[in-house]
């Protein structure tokens, strides 16, 4: 608190001085560094990353914050999520009231305290960074979910092209393609290849085609099975290498 001198001070002097001491108690935002991140909860302890000032002007680290609620994307029944850890920088937002209440049950609660703008009532929104930890080569062209430390992304660009690359990609369920599939590099099947339809042949194949431990089938003649009549009537081999 500030305090004035009895002889110089004014009306207005000690009221505007009266709002800086309110203002100062008020919190709203503040960049804040994760210290540790609770997986089950969903809740970070942060570290305030804007000093304060003690009353000797000297520099005040601010105290930590424990059990923040973290702020990811959700609703209608889905969510998205990703790791947060120690190191990560965001904003830190605090509350008008005390929110232990709906905090710990969810539903319209009673302000359990008259704390405003309060240290102890704070949301983290992961993603604020300083200029130091700016993410590099940002695309301009493109919304981008990307590594940080790696090589893997998956991107959709101005002109509706999608991009994926990362070290492996596993599907677990049906996948349609509904216009021209492109495979550059060998492609393996387990469970074997069904074509139907298409113009002219379901299946078309440039070079050579090499079968191993079975046989190609054509309206119920294997390649390797069949026989040709001879000219006596008679049945000729079957195909040798």
């Not at 305090?3 to 009266?18: E, G, H, K, P, Y």
């Not at 998205?80 to 710990?104: H, K, M, N, Q, Y």
């Not at 359990?112 to 700016?134: E, W």
């Amino acid at each position: 608190m500030s305090i004035l001198n009895r002889d110089t001070a004014s009306f207005d002097s000690v009221m505007a001085q009266a709002g800086g001491d309110l203002s100062s108690q008020i919190r709203v935002a503040l960049p804040a560094i994760v210290t540790e991140f609770n997986a089950e909860r969903q809740t970070v302890t942060l570290q305030p990353a804007i000093a304060g000032t003690g009353a000797d002007g000297a520099a005040l680290k601010m105290p930590p914050l424990a059990d923040v609620p973290v702020k990811f994307p959700r609703g209608g029944g889905f969510a998205f999520t990703f790791p947060v850890a120690a190191g990560d920088e965001g904003l830190a937002v605090f509350s008008d009231r005390c929110i232990d209440g709906w905090f710990s049950s969810g539903q319209v609660s009673q302000a359990d305290d008259h704390r405003q703008h309060d240290l102890s009532d704070a949301f983290f929104l992961p993603g604020v960074s300083s200029i130091a930890r700016a993410i590099g080569s940002f695309r301009t062209d493109a919304v981008v979910m990307r590594q940080l430390s790696g090589s893997g992304y998956v991107s959709i660009d101005n002109g509706g092209n999608v991009d994926i690359d990362g070290a492996k990609l596993t599907v677990h369920c049906q996948t349609e393609f509904l216009n021209t599939a492109t495979v550059q590099g060998l492609t393996t099947c387990n469970g074997g290849v069904t074509a139907q339809g298409g113009e002219g042949a379901a299946v078309k194949i440039s070079g050579s085609a090499e079968i191993t431990g079975g046989d190609l089938t054509v309206d119920g003649i294997g390649s390797k099975s069949h026989h040709h009549v001879d000219s006596q009537g008679g049945n000729t081999s079957g195909a040798k290498p």
